[in-house]
């Protein structure tokens, strides 16, 4: 029995194919074991070592310092809030697949189902696109300059390193600078000249209109920036709502890609009086994040992060370094597609520095708005219901200049008049301009084709009409301006008026000064007037489509009554820059016709319901400056206009932007630090301690006045002539009067050596002194400034303030900081201290003196002051009615200064008080402010103010009615 057991085993093992049976099985065994231990006991670890790719560090942004005022009131801060964030998710990939369509259409189309949720619930969300759409349709940039063009170099993905580029390549790099506003449009739609490789960019559907189109690209774009960090989130809104944020959530399993979380943004508190001063943050552009990081490494704790804010502007950008609280980061596993997928460490971010100002915010603000309700007056005492501008000794301003300013300053906006949130009023009026527009092409045609007149001999109205057709086809190229002959008789008798501008194109295309590649030409083998033909229709075509030319119509059309001004003071209302509901009465009235529109517009401007910054006519604008002369510190530094910083930081908004870029006001620009202007007589003293210090006077040298100095050709004369003289005068009388025969002698006498005179060495006297009293440098106040330059010709004149010298206000504050503390020079400075959050000081700003100008004797001090002061208190003061009964001695030297012979004078004042021991300088410049009175009445007030008592504060602070203008005075 066990035999044959044994014979049977011995034949199966002989058997070669069980003997493979077994082999396998025993394989399956193996792997089925294998394959339980990898899925089952090894099967999470594996799941991770095949998703998780690489540990990414992302960096979070810290919390920006504050920036307090001298009393430590708080003007700059952050404040959380609600926003809603975009981030590329494989989700859209998977998307894409299952309805068959694109990761771009997916995108679009979440990103659009969002733009609708926060427009319902009146949420607004920005856009880095600097790109709108009009009314009439039409595309437009909303910046300029080097703003625009790196806007266009991050779109198109230009570096500045050309080496190497083919032809073909630098010819596209050209074309993409030189993109107009829709066809960066179109590129970023659907790749439109876009480089090789660049696809169809964000490929937004043609179901979109242009107007959508432009909302899902702004997020999009934002996204773009971020492009090689794809698990970056982008916040494209901030200050959402509570019910925007609810339906978000609620809709969070279809709304892939998006979530709602808090950031901290930067508010700003007396936001346009302190403009100038704090600035405002924004998001870090590529060229800032390059300079930041700088010889940094991404792990350092001041690395920057694309989505950071910096400062922009003012002490939020010169003090970035402080305020810019240390970066955190977050460790997290991404996979190879860019998604987050754990967070694996956090790293707390930290609080930047605190900024403490020497400024006093509350001086500061009252003294912005004594400078506005100052300047309204200016404007109030000049506006007239004529046409003329009067001359020179009385230049007005016609009302209808007025009408045109709110227009030309897009106080109202006539590009979206036919938008889709225009009302009945707007479209009408809409309608109105259209119909000019057209009038006006078909005048232009005629003058172009049929009009014989010499151009001085049309109408202001086609003159201006001419110009602008000029310009345009210069701008354009079509009119080779580069390749005009200079010399050539027919230019130079279209230069000098003697010719149409008809006449002068016909002759440009034979000269070939005109590129007929422009031109829609029936054959390329045309004569003259066919190419003249196709160049009034290539003009008509141009205009039509042209939105500035909108201005230009409104603006003749006003002058010519056809476009009333009553009709544009109406689209105030219906356009919500004044309420009509709250105003109801008054806009009934206008629109009946009972209230006229002068009558309505200088109401508005005595309520300041409408100010001179809106207006942009002259003046509108002004700077006041106040420090301690003890010190250098700086109490107030006024530049108005001013600007809403809140509007600037967290994202731009366009349309408020753009109103500022195009103001003539030029509210972002800095009054203090950057308009230079000749001091005028402001800067006699500085004559005088110069000739009495070099011993060409003494404080008793008698200069005799006869109205005309005759020394030199042509003759210079006084103020005074020709309707008197000052006779004889020492130099604290002659600064009392500001006679310019007695500075004008001084400014002689300096270049004097024997009987031989040279203006060279007398202006070398005047600039040793300019120098010893800081006028030869910078103010030395922590910001942006302008340099000065003390003139370089004619000492005579340059004894008055006039030749060359060119200082800006804070350069004139400096000088008369010096003057009131007797020669000590100072660095302005507008900063205390540096502080942690805790309180700790990190830096502080002390008294940077810099020199000290000793006189020969004291008594030169005394009677320059004593000069000053007989400005505001004297007889014969210049002042002396507008100080009157103010309860502090003053003393102070007016100045006037021409730029233009067609514009108003700018008035200057410089001030300090009291007069015995000085507790601050007071300097007021009005750019254009017809007389120094105005400056002067305006420094008063800040006198009255600052002496006054916590209760009489309340009170000035509270008054906000408008001031009449000055007097009128010379010097």
Request: net charge positive; with cysteine.
């Amino acid at each position: 029995m066990f035999r044959k057991l044994q014979n049977r085993v011995e034949k199966l093992l002989a058997n070669r194919l069980l003997a493979m049976a077994v082999l396998f099985a025993v394989l399956f065994l193996v792997l089925v074991c294998r394959l339980f231990v990898i899925q089952i006991v090894q099967g999470q670890s594996h799941k991770e070592d095949f998703t998780y790719k690489v540990e990414k560090t992302v960096k979070t942004s810290g919390t920006r310092g504050n920036i307090y005022d001298c009393n430590g009131k708080l003007l700059a801060y952050n404040k959380m809030v609600y926003t809603v964030n975009f981030q590329n998710d494989n989700k859209f990939k998977t998307l894409a697949q299952e309805n068959k369509t694109s990761e771009n259409y997916e995108k679009n189309k979440v990103i659009y189902e969002v733009i609708k949720i926060l427009e319902k619930n009146k949420d607004s969300f920005k856009s880095d696109i600097p790109i709108e759409i009009t009314g009439n349709g039409t595309f437009r940039f909303t910046e300029k300059g080097s703003r625009l063009e790196r806007f266009k170099r991050e779109a198109f993905g230009i570096g500045t390193d050309t080496k190497g580029l083919s032809k073909e390549r630098l010819k596209l790099r050209q074309q993409q600078l030189n993109a107009s506003a829709e066809e960066v449009f179109e590129y970023l739609r659907n790749g439109t000249m876009g480089s090789p490789g660049v696809g169809k960019m964000f490929d937004i559907d043609e179901k979109y209109s242009d107007k959508d189109a432009l909302k899902i690209m702004s997020v999009r774009y934002s996204a773009y920036l971020s492009r090689y960090s794809q698990y970056m989130k982008v916040t494209f809104a901030t200050e959402v709502s509570s019910r925007s944020i609810a339906e978000i959530e609620e809709r969070s399993n279809e709304l892939t890609g998006i979530d709602v979380s808090t950031k901290s943004i930067r508010v700003y508190k007396n936001s346009e009086a302190m403009s100038h001063v704090i600035g405002y943050t924004g998001t870090i552009n590529t060229e800032e994040l390059d300079d930041y990081n700088k010889g940094k490494k991404e792990s350092d704790k001041d690395y920057y992060a694309m989505d950071d804010a910096v400062g922009k502007a003012g002490i939020e950008k010169e003090l970035e370094s402080y305020l810019h609280g240390s970066s955190g980061s977050q460790s997290m596993i991404v996979n190879n597609i860019g998604k987050i997928v754990k967070t694996t460490k956090t790293e707390k971010a930290g609080t930047g520095n605190n900024v403490v100002l020497s400024i006093d915010s509350d001086l500061q603000e009252y003294a912005y708005n004594l400078l506005e309700r100052r300047i309204t007056g200016i404007v109030l005492s000049k506006l007239t219901t004529s046409d003329s501008k009067g001359d020179r000794s009385n230049i007005r301003i016609p009302i209808k200049d007025v009408y045109y300013s709110l227009i030309g300053n897009s106080i109202v906006d006539i590009t979206d008049l036919n938008g889709e949130r225009a009302n009945s009023y707007e479209k009408s009026m809409y309608k109105k301009i259209q119909s000019l527009k057209k009038d006006s092409i078909k005048m232009i045609r005629k003058n172009l084709t049929v009009s014989t007149k010499a151009y001085k001999d049309e109408s202001e109205e086609k003159q201006n009409y001419a110009d602008y057709v000029y310009k345009m086809l210069s701008r354009k190229k079509v009119l080779l301006t580069g390749s005009i002959d200079t010399k050539d008789k027919t230019y130079l008798r279209w230069k000098d008026e003697k010719i149409g501008l008809g006449e002068f194109l016909k002759y440009a295309i034979n000269k070939e000064w005109i590129d007929i590649s422009m031109l829609d030409l029936p054959s390329k083998y045309s004569d003259t007037e066919q190419i003249f033909d196709a160049l009034v229709s290539y003009v008509e075509e141009q205009l039509e489509k042209d939105d500035e030319f909108d201005l230009t119509v409104c603006e003749q059309k006003i002058g010519t009554g056809e476009l009333s001004g009553r009709s544009v003071c109406l689209l105030l209302y219906e356009q919500g820059v004044l309420n009509k509901k709250k105003d109801a009465g008054t806009y009934q009235s206008l629109k009946s016709g009972s209230l006229d529109a002068y009558s309505f517009i200088r109401q508005k401007l005595s309520k300041r319901e409408i100010t001179p910054a809106q207006l942009g006519l002259d003046p509108c604008s002004g700077s006041i400056v106040i420090t301690d002369p003890d010190t250098g510190k700086v109490k107030a530094m006024v530049s108005y206009p001013g600007y809403d910083s809140n509007k600037l930081s967290n994202g731009i908004d366009n349309d408020y932007y753009r109103q500022l870029a195009n103001s003539t006001a030029t509210p972002l620009y800095n009054q203090v630090l950057n308009h230079r202007t000749a001091p005028g007589s402001t800067f006699k003293p500085l004559s005088a301690i110069t000739a009495l210090n070099e011993g060409t006077i003494s404080t008793g040298t008698q200069i005799q006045c006869t109205g005309v100095f005759d020394k030199i050709s042509p003759a210079a004369h006084c103020w005074i002539y020709p309707n008197g003289k000052h006779g004889y005068n020492n130099v604290a009388g002659a600064l009392e009067v500001s006679c310019n025969c007695f500075f004008y002698e001084v400014g002689y006498d300096l270049g004097m050596t024997g009987s031989s005179y040279s203006s060279k060495k007398g202006l070398e006297a005047l600039k040793k002194y300019a120098t010893k009293v800081g006028l030869n440098k910078k103010s030395g106040i922590e910001l942006s400034e302008m340099a000065p330059h003390i003139s370089d010709e004619t000492s005579v004149r340059s004894a008055i303030g006039q030749g060359t010298n060119s200082f800006t206000p804070s350069q004139i504050s400096n000088y008369v900081t010096t003057l009131s503390n007797k020669g000590t020079v100072y660095d302005l400075s507008i900063l205390d201290k540096v502080t942690t959050s805790g309180g700790k000081t990190v830096k502080k700003y002390g008294v940077k003196k810099k020199s000290k100008l000793t006189l020969n004797d004291d008594s030169y001090w005394d009677a320059v002051w004593s000069g000053m002061r007989r400005v505001v208190s004297g007889k014969k003061g210049a002042v002396t009615s507008i100080f009157k009964g103010l309860n502090v001695k003053v003393a102070g030297k007016t100045g006037t200064a021409q730029e233009d012979k067609k514009r108003p004078n700018h008035a200057l004042f410089i001030s300090f008080g009291p007069y015995e021991d000085p507790e601050i300088t007071v300097t007021a410049v009005i750019p254009y402010g017809y007389t120094s009175s105005n400056a002067a009445a305006a420094a008063k007030d800040v006198y009255k103010y600052y002496f006054a008592n916590d209760k009489e504060k309340a009170k000035l602070r509270k008054d906000k009615k408008v001031i009449s203008a000055a007097g009128s005075v010379s010097d």
